[in-house]
T-cell receptor, first 114, second 114 residues
Framework: GAGVSQSPRYKVAKRGQDVALRCDPI?????LFWYQQALGQGPEFLTY????????KSGLPSDRFFAERPEGSVSTLKIQRTQQEDSAVYLC????????????FGPGTRLTVT | QQQVKQSPQSLIVQKGGISIINCAYE??????FPWYQQFPGKGPALLIA?????SEKKEGRFTISFNKSAKQFSLHIMDSQPGDSATYFC?????????????FGRGTQLTVWP
């Protein structure tokens, strides 16, 4: 399909481990967003890219969270020294230029920190 | 602080009935109000959206009603079907200043009984 894809779909990490979550946006979508969705809650914004530029990272909860999109397509969200409170579903969304408000979401990566 | 408040948290409706979910916001800069539908294990999918220059938008069985003065909007699902059973999120965005960042409500889990 031509939708947003994310990998892995599930990740179990021991506390203190580093993890990397990948997002492949819809082809041609220059804008890319990361959200964190805790169990039973709505998605919470983490960061936003336009092409390779990270224009907004105000939602990243700590300096353990880092995102990149070096070539303006695939993006990686990295979490260092994972903590139990990082357990959540991490959603990636993409959109066309000029229509950032119309976001198409991937299936998410469910991260469980034990 | 929750930028968008959503109620009820859960809703049970008989097949053929009307499902109504309500949301309220405070930020008058918000100018785009989408609703997302999420099935278990899937990412949110854009269902329908409205801008504040109209009071109602209808797409098939789904209708958004918008009250700008009250800063409230609601989703009505007519002739509810078991296949509509999902979690629904309202959201809001200020397209001008936050480059598409979506603020989500906490979600409503809808169950439609056959």
């Amino acid at each position: 399909g031509a939708g947003v894809s994310q990998s892995p779909r599930y990740k179990v990490a021991k506390r203190g481990q580093d993890v990397a979550l990948r997002c492949d946006p819809i082809s041609g979508h220059v804008s890319l967003f990361w959200y964190q969705q805790a169990l039973g809650q709505g998605p919470e914004f983490l960061t936003y890219f336009q092409n390779e530029a990270q224009l907004d990272k105000s939602g990243l909860p700590s300096d353990r969270f880092f995102a990149e999109r070096p070539e303006g397509s695939v993006s990686t969200l990295k979490i260092q020294r994972t903590q139990q409170e990082d357990s959540a579903v991490y959603l990636c969304a993409s959109s066309l230029a000029g229509r950032e408000y119309e976001q198409y979401f991937g299936p998410g990566t469910r991260l469980t920190v034990t | 602080q929750q930028q968008v408040k959503q109620s009820p948290q859960s809703l049970i409706v008989q097949k053929g009935g009307i499902s109504i979910i309500n949301c309220a916001y405070e930020n008058t800069a918000f100018d785009y109000f989408p609703w997302y539908q999420q099935f278990p294990g899937k990412g949110p999918a854009l269902l329908i959206a409205i801008r504040p220059d109209v009071s109602e938008k209808k797409e098939g069985r789904f209708t958004i009603s918008f009250n700008k003065s009250a800063k409230q909007f609601s989703l009505h699902i007519m002739d509810s079907q078991p296949g509509d059973s999902a979690t629904y999120f309202c959201a809001a965005s200020d397209r001008g200043s936050t480059l598409g960042r979506l603020y989500f409500g906490r979600g409503t889990q809808l169950t439609v009984w056959p």
